[in-house]
């Protein structure tokens, strides 16, 4: 059974913290790996990750893969009230002519001012 | 932009009850999905189709159908709601692609069966 596994499920730091969250994975037919921002609405895409050792990187937030290990970190340096949010990680794998997500539970980040 | 909207932010029904929650996307995507998220639970994926009439089960079917007569449209059914579909309901679409696309939510809507 295809399985994503975030940590910590949550996490409360002060304005200016850096912090580092967790991704790790078991999927048969691996594609990709993603991770998504999800305030009150709808989650909204951050990056894409399919090649290992690769780092993403927009603005404050960078992401990198580990296929050998199956896990990605999800860093944002000096955070923001604003980066207050779920953050979702899923991985893509091919089923049945589409690509299918199975998601983490999710960390819900708290930046305290 | 991609646009993806759903018909209803907040819905209130009851117990048995058919009921229809409609998503519509904008970018000519050929997949489309329907999850629900539910709180320690994440995203579980209800059904998804990857072309006009054609609809394949996700992680938990039971107790929904799907419907695509346009691409554009993907409509989720509930044959006879239970209090246990209480939930938030996201629609989202995305490209056919090989390495994986990323997908687009809707902004979602919140169903009370009571």
């Known amino acids: 059974e295809d399985k994503v596994v975030q940590s910590p499920l949550s996490l409360v730091v002060h304005e200016g913290d850096t912090v580092t969250l967790n991704c790790s994975y078991e999927?048969?037919?691996?594609?990709?790996l993603l991770w998504y921002k999800q305030e009150k609405k709808a989650p909204t895409f951050l990056f894409m990750l399919?090649?290992?050792?690769i780092e993403k990187k927009s603005g404050r937030l960078s992401s990198i893969l580990d296929k050998k290990e199956l896990f990605s970190i999800l860093n944002i340096t000096a955070t923001q009230t604003g980066d207050s949010a779920d953050y979702l990680c899923?991985?893509?794998?091919?089923?049945?002519?589409?690509?299918?997500?199975?998601f983490g539970q999710g960390t819900r980040l708290t930046i305290n001012p | 932009d991609v646009k993806v909207t759903q018909s209803s932010r907040y819905l209130v029904k009851r117990t048995g009850e058919k009921v229809f929650l409609e998503c519509v996307q904008d970018?000519?995507?050929?997949?489309m999905f329907w999850y629900r998220q539910d709180p320690g639970l994440g995203l579980r994926l209800i059904y998804f189709?990857?072309?006009?009439?054609?609809?394949e089960k996700g992680d938990i079917p039971e107790g929904y159908s799907v419907s695509r007569e346009k691409k554009e449209r993907f409509s989720l059914i509930l044959e006879s709601a239970s209090t246990n579909q209480t939930s938030m309901y996201l629609c989202?679409?995305?490209?056919?692609?090989?390495?994986?696309?990323?997908?687009?939510f809707g902004d979602g809507t919140r169903l009370s069966i009571l």
């Open positions: 999927v048969t037919n691996f594609r990709s």
């Open positions: 989202a679409s995305s490209l056919r692609g090989g390495l994986g696309q990323p997908q687009h």
């Open positions: 899923a991985v893509s794998s091919h089923r049945r002519g589409a690509q299918k997500l199975v």
């Open positions: 189709s990857y072309d006009v009439k054609m609809k």
């Open positions: 970018m000519d995507h050929e997949n």
């Open positions: 399919t090649s290992s050792g």
